[in-house]
T-cell receptor
Framework: EPEVTQTPSHQVTQMGQEVILRCVPI?????FYWYRQILGQKVEFLVS????????KSEIFDDQFSVERPDGSNFTLKIRSTKLEDSAMYFC??????????FGPGTRLLVL | GDSVTQMEGPVTLSEEAFLTINCTYT??????LFWYVQYPGEGLQLLLK?????DKGSNKGFEATYRKETTSFHLEKGSVQVSDSAVYFC????????????FGKGTRLSVIA
């Protein structure tokens, strides 16, 4: 069964450093998403992406964040200058239409 | 805005007990409703869904019925197992544009032998 994959599974970085989180969505899916889950809290939407552009973003998704689909298979989330409060589990998801979203296993980001 | 409210956890049950996790929602229009499960150390897995009123989603012995009149989507299982220990998230998506999933806070379930 096809699944969403994410790399790395864990990332530790110093405050102020840039990180890139990578996702490979399910191959025939058209809509892509990033969510995050701060430890013990609810899953929060960051951004959605369709047809090579951002279709919606939350207030969390400020100028420090960017997304890209560089090669037609990968979908990346970049955090330009990480802050302590960016420590969270980041989930990528994809869907065929604007309906059932399938999630990857997540990348746990720790900012020191 | 759209929102999902789940019962507070944690919920601790003995094996073979009956499980109910309450979920109610507020949404414009007619959302689709989902339950996702997060096992310890893992990501979110879709457990079941329902896309219109009176639909019943079911999977792995879990069931939930989309009740428009009470704006609810309670998760039930007749006999829980230790392997059901996880965090359960109720979520909705509306159909106006490319809107994201809106999640509840999650309910942690612990099943003891």
């Amino acid at each position: 069964e096809p699944e969403v994959t994410q790399t790395p599974s864990h990332q530790v970085t110093q405050m102020g450093q840039e990180v890139i989180l990578r996702c490979v969505p399910i191959s025939n899916h058209l809509y892509f998403y990033w969510y995050r889950q701060i430890l013990g809290q609810k899953v929060e939407f960051l951004v959605s992406f369709y047809n090579n552009e951002i279709s919606e973003k939350s207030e969390i998704f400020d100028d420090q964040f960017s997304v890209e689909r560089p090669d037609g298979s990968n979908f990346t989330l970049k955090i330009r200058s990480t802050k302590l409060e960016d420590s969270a589990m980041y989930f990528c998801a994809s869907s065929v239409q604007q309906e059932t979203q399938y999630f990857g296993p997540g990348t746990r980001l720790l900012v020191l | 805005g759209d929102s999902v409210t789940q019962m507070e956890g944690p919920v601790t049950l003995s094996e073979e007990a009956f499980l109910t996790i309450n979920c109610t929602y507020t949404a414009t229009g007619y959302p689709s409703l989902f339950w996702y499960v997060q096992y310890p150390g893992e990501g979110l897995q879709l457990l079941l869904k329902a896309t219109k009123a009176d639909d019943k989603g079911s999977n792995k012995g879990f069931e939930a019925t989309y009740r428009k009149e009470t704006t609810s989507f309670h998760l039930e299982k007749g006999s829980v197992q230790v392997s059901d220990s996880a965090v359960y998230f109720c979520a909705l998506i509306t159909h106006s544009g490319n809107t994201p999933l809106v999640f509840g806070k999650g309910t942690r379930l612990s099943v003891i032998a």
